[in-house]
């Protein structure tokens, strides 16, 4: 259980209050019914700058009120990149490492995720990726069988992940991906699992926003963030929304 978070074109107020608010939701973003408050068990930021990754840092500890947590969002204000995403970790597969620490980045692929996978040991690799996997989450295995399925067939492989998912236990497949030429965000919930229907969960905390700033800007993230000027939509559940870098242009489908 995570909060995950993307900004592409914003202006460096709005990318700067939005890095700031969303690393607040450690302390203070909604949590699952029972479940211990906040999401404090890792942070991750990442950047692309003209097609390419140019930032990743994270740290298996609370976002809120961390000076390396700031220090890395000053650092991305300044830079002005082309796409910046994060992600604040409530772990619920894997231990407290750095392993497990998100967003997963290899080559030019960068990918966070939101939800757990019971059983996804039942997703084969191939004996490359198993070589990569440094963690023990379900959450880099998923990003791994994903690059396989990319380098395979681009415009097919979500689609295909998603399948593998869905024939599994799960909680929610929320994710952000990019190659730094297209950002994917995609909102997967098992609507049919018990403790979600009977907490209420696909409303309440399964959510992913997309937020539309001025001319063209675009912010995504698990929660609204109070920023003027930004038009919060929310994508359905089984909704995923292709967002091109260079022209920010957005296209919305259910899978």
Known sequence: MCRIFAALGTDDATLQSALT???NLAEVGKVRLGSPPGHKDGWGLASYT???PVLLDKEPASAAKNPGFEAIAQKLVEAKPDLTMGHLRKASVGSLALENTQPYSFENL????NGTIQNFEKISLNSESFKLRKGTSD???LFLRLRELFLQNP???LEQLLKEVRGLDYSAFIILFSNGKTLWALREVNEEESSIKKEGALDSYYTLFL???GKGAVLICSEKLDLPGVIWTPLHNHELAEI???TRTISRSMV
């Open 211 to 213: 937020g539309i700033v």
């Open 155 to 157: 415009s097919k492989s």
């Open 244 to 246: 091109e870098l260079g």
């Open 21 to 23: 608010q969303f690393g």
């Open 139 to 141: 959450s880099e295995w």
């Open 110 to 113: 960068t990918f966070c995720h």
């Open 50 to 52: 003209n097609g390419l």
